[in-house]
T-cell receptor
Framework: SQKIEQNSEALNIQEGKTATLTCNYT??????LQWYRQDPGRGPVFLLL?????KEKRKERLKVTFDTTLKQSLFHITASQPADSATYLC???????????FGAGTQVVVTP | DTEVTQTPKHLVMGMTNKKSLKCEQH?????MYWYKQKAKKPPELMFV???????INESVPSRFSPECPNSSLLNLHLHALQPEDSALYLC???????????????FGPGTRLLVL
């Protein structure tokens, strides 16, 4: 069966450090992978999309890598700030009708 | 305008009530979605509309009835819900192109539903 796995434990990190989150998947061959941020009681907000032929993508302090051989994506927040505290979800598009499958998400807590 | 709006923000209903959730987008997107999200869980897809036609129903109970009156509006009609249906209901939209194109989904803030 298809699975998307993210670290279920919260990631506690000190301000200024780099947070690294992992997304592993099985039984998928996604054309691309997406990362979303979700704050409590709010809808997810799109952050980054990386295609299968891209190794790395950056946006401001965010960096995503995608290894289709390992079936893994890493999401980095550099120079983390308390405002980065949220749950981060990885997602794969599983068909042409727009069915987005989400991982369970990893909560990031950045302390001053 | 890159916003998806949802009303109401909060809804409390009894098991015999009929209510509706509304979602609107003005980004010209042709795909719209309903998700259900329980606490500490990821969003779970319920329905997908593509060009105003229902393209995916993820085996959702018939007490949930979606409607897409036009390309900007999406409704979710609720009837005879159960307490376990209490959750955050999220609407999303995307451009609606075929596989291979970006299908970034833009989410609304959600409706927090409590069924008593």
């Amino acid at each position: 069966s298809q699975k998307i796995e993210q670290n279920s434990e919260a990631l506690n990190i000190q301000e200024g450090k780099t947070a690294t989150l992992t997304c592993n998947y099985t039984n998928y061959s996604p054309a691309y992978l997406q990362w979303y941020r979700q704050d409590p009681g709010r809808g997810p907000v799109f952050l980054l999309l990386i295609r299968e032929n891209e190794k790395e993508k950056r946006k401001e302090r965010l960096k995503v890598t995608f290894d289709t051989t390992l079936k893994q994506s890493l999401f980095h927040i550099t120079a983390s700030q308390p405002a980065d505290s949220a749950t981060y979800l990885c997602a794969l598009l599983t068909d042409s009708w727009g069915k987005l499958q989400f991982g369970a998400g990893t909560q990031v807590v950045v302390t001053p | 305008d890159t916003e998806v709006t949802q009303t109401p923000k909060h809804l409390v209903m009894g098991m015999t009530n009929k209510k509706s959730l509304k979602c609107e987008q003005h980004m010209g997107h042709r795909a719209m979605y309903w998700y259900k999200q329980k606490a500490k869980k990821p969003p779970e897809l319920m329905f997908v509309y593509s060009y105003e036609k229902l393209s995916i129903n993820e085996s959702v109970p018939s007490r949930f009835s979606p409607e897409c009156p036009n390309s900007s509006l999406l409704n979710l009609h609720l009837h005879a819900l159960q307490p376990e249906d209490s959750a955050l209901y999220l609407c999303a939209s995307s451009q609606g192109r075929a596989r291979g194109y970006q299908e970034t989904q833009y989410f609304g803030p959600g409706t927090r539903l409590l069924v008593l």
